[in-house]
């Protein structure tokens, strides 16, 4: 495996279930990334890890929990999501110069 | 009023065209100006990226970057089918904040 991988690539949960994304980058970059991507609507970031530790929450709803156990790998864990919150997913992770953000391919959410 | 204003499209090109996208933004502090492709069911890949103003190139493409008008381009030459994707600009003033347009969905005609 290559660069950033996220899985699965397809999600769909009802708005009381739990489930947790997956992302894992082979890169050996210190920074990682959530993004949502809605349809008509700019990315928008959701958290950032540098080496392990949560620098910036975009006031993200607590239904998302992030979690970084080492700087390779990123999950982002639901529950109790609402159809609004039905977009791509996207992990992406960086090198110390932070501009050059390289992304997975990203989980599709539908939450019924 | 939205951080970064890119239109959205949809541009459709015949081979061989020049394209020109564009984007503006509000946030005079923004210093690094990053161009992604995304392909259907892919994620954003990196383009180019410009610090500060000034003209950068690579291959086919050109980036421009006008702090006073706050102003980015991304010039596609002999634009090509394979070119075909949404274009997304993206910027940043620290680093750890970036700030993307809505992207601008582009068909390369054969």
């Known amino acids: 495996e290559t660069g950033v991988t996220q899985t699965p690539r397809h999600l769909v949960m009802g708005m009381t279930n739990k489930k947790s994304l997956k992302c894992e980058q082979h890169?050996?970059?210190?920074?990682m990334y959530w993004y949502k991507q809605s349809a008509k609507k700019p990315l928008e970031l959701m958290f950032v890890?540098?080496?392990?530790?949560?620098?910036e929450n975009n006031s993200v709803p607590s239904r998302f929990s992030p979690e970084c156990p080492n700087s390779s790998h990123l999950f982002l864990h639901l529950h109790t999501l609402q159809p609004e919150d039905s977009a791509l997913y996207l992990c992406?992770?960086?090198?110390?110069?932070?501009?050059?953000?390289?992304f997975g391919p990203g989980t599709r959410l539908t939450v019924t | 009023q939205k951080e970064v204003e890119q239109d959205p499209g949809p541009l459709s090109v015949p081979e061989g065209a020049i394209v020109s996208l564009n984007c503006t933004y509000s946030?005079?502090?923004?210093?690094?100006f990053m161009w992604y492709r995304q392909y259907s069911r892919k994620g954003p890949e990196l383009l180019m990226y410009?610090?500060?103003?000034g003209n950068k190139e690579d291959g086919r493409f050109t980036a421009q970057v006008d702090k006073s008008s706050k102003y980015i381009s991304l010039f596609i030459r002999d634009s090509q089918p394979s070119d075909s994707a949404t274009y997304l600009c993206?910027?940043?003033?620290?680093?750890?904040?970036?700030?993307f347009g809505t992207g601008t969905s582009l068909t390369v005609i054969p």
């Open positions: 992406a992770s960086s090198p110390p110069r932070a501009y050059e953000q390289y």
């Open positions: 890890y540098n080496f392990k530790e949560q620098t």
């Open positions: 410009t610090y500060s103003s």
């Open positions: 890169l050996g970059h210190n920074a």
């Open positions: 946030n005079s502090a923004f210093q690094y």
């Open positions: 993206a910027m940043s003033d620290t680093g750890n904040q970036f700030y």
